[in-house]
T-cell receptor
Framework: GQQLNQSPQSMFIQEGEDVSMNCTSSSIFNTWLWYKQDPGEGPVLLIALYKAGELTSNGRLTAQFGITRKDSFLNISASIPSDVGIYFCAGQLWSGGSNYKLTFGKGTLLTVNP | EADIYQTPRYLVIGTGKKITLECSQTMGHDKMYWYQQDPGMELHLIHYSYGVNSTEKGDLSSESTVSRIRTEHFPLTLESARPSHTSQYLC?????????????FGSGTRLTVV
């Protein structure tokens, strides 16, 4: 089956620093998604990418869908304490209305020191 | 506003008890999923459903069972809880049609079996 390699596994940064994390896959996806999970909650969708090469921003977050369709990255600029949480990438390969399952990365645990 | 609800949020129960974790969504989504998340962060798909009376086992073997009698309701049952079932359980749903639809997650149920 498809597998995603998400890195880094964890990050410890100072408030105000920029953050970068990425996911790579052995196979292509049609869609890349980035989620954030706050402690004690379920993951929440941050950004969705639908086209190879697409660059999308959501406030201080920027994500890109790799040209090869096998990778994606997420950048967070000027981190703040509430950015703390687990970030998941997810890829989806859909075809003709079948198979909508997402493949999730193993997550990046972000800690921000005030 | 959460459109997918999980109850209870926390449950501590004795070994051998039968438990049902509830999951309901008000978005009319056909597809629903159950994930198990251990402290190592990774999300493991244990069950999914593509519609009423449709249920499938996920990538991670689980002793739990699910049912889908109504579109909006996807409960998970453990007939005899064991300490190895201690985990965070997350329910999610997604729309049936269209491309690149991500999942909407509930807030999760933290299960502890003592």
């Amino acid at each position: 089956g498809q597998q995603l390699n998400q890195s880094p596994q964890s990050m410890f940064i100072q408030e105000g620093e920029d953050v970068s994390m990425n996911c790579t896959s052995s196979s292509i996806f049609n869609t890349w998604l980035w989620y954030k999970q706050d402690p004690g909650e379920g993951p929440v969708l941050l950004i969705a990418l639908y086209k190879a090469g697409e660059l999308t921003s959501n406030g201080r977050l920027t994500a890109q869908f790799g040209i090869t369709r096998k990778d994606s990255f997420l950048n967070i600029s000027a981190s703040i304490p509430s950015d703390v949480g687990i970030y998941f990438c997810a890829g989806q390969l859909w075809s003709g209305g079948s198979n909508y399952k997402l493949t999730f990365g193993k997550g990046t645990l972000l800690t921000v020191n005030p | 506003e959460a459109d997918i609800y999980q109850t209870p949020r926390y449950l501590v129960i004795g070994t051998g008890k039968k438990i049902t974790l509830e999951c309901s969504q008000t978005m009319g989504h056909d597809k629903m999923y159950w994930y198990q998340q251990d402290p190592g962060m990774e999300l493991h798909l244990i069950h999914y459903s593509y519609g009423v009376n449709s249920t499938e086992k996920g990538d991670l073997s689980s002793e739990s069972t699910v049912s889908r009698i109504r579109t909006e309701h996807f409960p998970l049952t453990l007939e005899s809880a064991r300490p190895s079932h201690t985990s965070q359980y997350l329910c999610a749903s997604s729309a049936q049609r269209g491309s690149g639809y991500g999942y909407t997650f509930g807030s999760g149920t933290r299960l502890t079996v003592v």
